[in-house]
């Protein structure tokens, strides 16, 4: 009821005196003691939070008088005595808002009546005190360890002029808080804060607003800690000894909400690592085109609300399985118009041998073709016709069907009485201990 008597007075108020403030006030210096003085009525003074309001017995029966001065002062200022304030320029008027006030605070009012050459003795002094500010929400809580974000809840304000709430935050090391955001509306109760760092602590608090912008004090403080990252993988190894392919292991991470790891691979130890998969078990083979090739692997933890583990300390250098070593070629020789090519090997993984023929056709053409799955160190090609030139490569081959780098380049050409024309029948390969004859490359019409 006295919210409703003090809201209704103030809006009299307002109507009574738009209008009627004067911007250049000039009080007299004369006093005329006849003049009317101003005296409050039982009830002449009303305060609220922001705003004192006055009602006092009218002085419109004293034609002299023209209005009324306001003087005041702010009691716990140093100042001796009231200053002139405003000017009421209708003497009919018996109602006055003063808005320019703090909440819990005591004011000093003087009001005097003017007529055109002087003005009244001064009204006794009337003390006022604004109300203290709204208490805050009486009741505020936070979820713990959401991730990276917060959730301040409350209960609404019970007071029906509280338009909106102000959050403020602050963390460990801030000196103040700083003012969050707004929520409009009293019946609201929650407000979610969001992009929060990992494993911190945040501090909230809320002030209520009233619709003439009045601030309560601040509710009680309330800390949360946000989500921690899941644990990062301690041991990581990656494979180097496995054809067309690199497998990846890690030592399995405990934890409660797991969702997945997230593999990455990069080129160098510090390079770009980029998500290769992700994946619920704590291996991952990477099959790779490439033999002998070079990458570095990295992995972190997933858990059900998105948040992922460091993973840039632990790294692993994996390596698909290289080349087989290429053989040596060792010599070739005409015996019986056919070409014997022969060679070293000692790599322990070589299973087998390919030899690649190119027969030179003009200048500018030449033909090719393979011998594979020879298993000796020596080729005989019984394919050989005159004058033709003839280039030979051979490369060693693994149980993975993995082939060496070609070796060195042999050429042999033949001449008028060397070779022959043969049937298209399979090259025949000679023993292993046949022997070895010397190198000797572009050897043209020479004899072995």
């Not at 160190?377 to 693994?398: L, R």
Request: hydrophobic share 35%; net charge neutral.
């Amino acid at each position: 009821m006295k919210l409703w008597k003090l809201t209704t007075f103030l809006t009299v108020s307002v109507l009574i005196f738009s209008g009627c403030v004067a911007t250049s006030p000039k009080p007299k210096s004369i006093i005329d003691d006849t003049l009317p003085i101003i005296t409050l009525t039982n009830h002449g003074i009303v305060t609220d939070m922001d705003q004192v309001g006055f009602e006092w017995n009218s002085v419109m029966k004293d034609p002299r008088v023209e209005g009324i001065y306001v003087y005041k002062k702010k009691l716990d200022s140093k100042e001796q005595a009231n200053k002139y304030y405003d000017t009421i320029k209708n003497r009919f008027v018996t109602h006055y808002l003063d808005s320019d006030v703090q909440p819990n605070t005591e004011y000093s009012y003087v009001f005097k009546t003017f007529s055109k050459d002087a003005e009244s003795i001064p009204s006794r002094e009337i003390i006022a005190k604004t109300l203290p500010p709204l208490q805050s929400v009486s009741w505020i809580h936070v979820i713990q360890e959401m991730p990276r974000s917060a959730k301040i809840i409350w209960r609404p304000h019970t007071n029906q002029i509280v338009e909106k709430y102000l959050i403020e935050r602050k963390t460990l090391a801030d000196d103040s808080w700083k003012e969050l955001t707004t929520v409009e509306g009293r019946l609201n109760a929650e407000y979610i804060d969001l992009e929060l760092k990992d494993s911190h602590v945040y501090k909230y608090r809320i002030r209520a607003i009233t619709y003439n912008d009045i601030v309560s004090f601040p509710s009680q403080e309330v800390k949360v800690l946000t989500k921690a990252l899941p644990p990062s993988i301690e041991a990581i190894e990656a494979t180097k000894n496995l054809a067309k392919k690199i497998k990846v292991m890690w030592k399995p991470v405990k934890v409660d909400d797991f969702l997945h790891y997230n593999v990455y691979k990069a080129n160098s130890i510090d390079g770009r690592y980029k998500l290769l998969q992700s994946v619920t078990d704590n291996q991952y083979i990477d099959n790779i085109e490439e033999d002998g090739t070079d990458f570095f692997y990295r992995v972190s933890v997933v858990d059900k609300d998105g948040l992922e583990s460091i993973y840039d300390k632990q790294s692993a250098h994996g390596q698909s399985l290289v080349k087989p070593s290429a053989p040596s070629l060792v010599g070739v020789k005409m015996v019986d118009k056919n070409l014997v090519i022969s060679w070293n090997s000692n790599d322990p993984r070589v299973t087998s041998f390919v030899v690649e023929k190119i027969k030179k056709v003009s200048w500018v053409q030449s033909k090719s073709e393979e011998f594979v799955d020879i298993k000796g160190k020596t080729f005989i090609d019984t394919k050989i016709e005159p004058n033709t030139t003839y280039y030979y490569k051979v490369y060693s081959v693994d149980k993975f069907s993995i082939r060496s780098d070609a070796s060195m380049e042999v050429k042999y050409t033949t001449t008028a009485s060397q070779g022959k024309v043969v049937p298209k029948t399979s090259p025949e390969v000679l023993e292993e201990n046949k022997p070895v004859v010397k190198p000797m490359l572009d050897m043209g019409i020479s004899e072995l």
